[in-house]
């Protein structure tokens, strides 16, 4: 049981490049989550998605997009990646019943 | 401006004494949970508190929920280096499963 995994560790990308980080959970939750994290700030939500074929804006969905093509995967994309996207990108799953968020071990995203 | 203030931002101390983290705001949520958070890794949930005025304890480690259910607090008694990490508290409000987290606190216990 692998629970949450992310796809690459890490990742160092030149200025207007384009990347797709992956996420993975074998839990069969309804909800999966992506955060970036910087110094300070705590964890922040990009965007989330409810159930399969859904998503949905959190509190800092500028320049990213995302697709839930598959209840276990959550794609988040960066198509013109910008130096204030350097960060730690977590993805989290969780079902209503349950109420706690399982977290994968991070992507470490630089952008030169 | 975060939703949830947490303080101190670092906390350095030595081992065998006592911490306290706050978590404070001025939303109302309806549980608040604590999560630890080492390095290289994703945050882990150590408690959920649902009730307010509500006092979880975990070994060493006291949770508490304010009884306005705006703000929380963790204790640490007789810390130890296995303490050491990232403390994040997280609110979540009534409608939804999204979480709001705190900025952290990172805590060093010196041997």
């Known amino acids: 049981n692998a629970g949450v995994t992310q796809t690459p560790k890490f990742r160092v990308l030149k200025t207007g490049q384009s990347m797709t980080l992956l996420c993975a959970q074998d839990m069969n939750h309804e909800y999966m989550y992506w955060y970036r994290q910087d110094p300070g700030m705590g964890l922040r939500l990009i965007h989330y998605?409810?159930?399969?074929?859904?998503?949905a804006k959190g509190e800092v969905p500028d320049g990213y997009n995302v697709s839930r093509l598959k209840k276990q995967n959550f794609l988040l994309g960066l198509e013109s990646a910008a130096p204030s996207q350097t960060s730690v990108y977590f993805c989290?799953?969780?079902?209503?019943?349950?109420?706690?968020?399982?977290f994968g071990p991070g992507t470490r995203l630089t952008v030169t | 401006t975060q939703l949830l203030e947490q303080s101190p931002q670092f906390l350095s101390i030595q081992e065998g004494e006592n911490l306290t983290v706050y978590c404070n705001s001025s939303?109302?949520?309806?549980?608040l949970q604590w999560y630890r958070q080492e390095p290289g890794e994703g945050p882990v949930l150590l408690v959920t508190?649902?009730?307010?005025?509500e006092v979880k304890k975990l070994k060493r480690l006291t949770f508490q929920f304010g009884d306005a259910r705006k703000d929380s607090s963790l204790h640490i008694t007789a810390a130890q280096p296995g303490d050491t990490g990232l403390y994040l508290c997280?609110?979540?409000?009534?409608?939804?499963?999204?979480?709001?987290f705190g900025g952290g606190t990172r805590v060093l216990v010196k041997p």
């Open positions: 998605s409810v159930g399969e074929g859904t998503t």
């Open positions: 508190v649902v009730t307010g005025g």
């Open positions: 939303s109302v949520f309806s549980s």
């Open positions: 989290a799953s969780d079902n209503k019943a349950i109420y706690e968020q399982y």
């Open positions: 997280a609110g979540r409000k009534a409608a939804g499963n999204k979480l709001t």
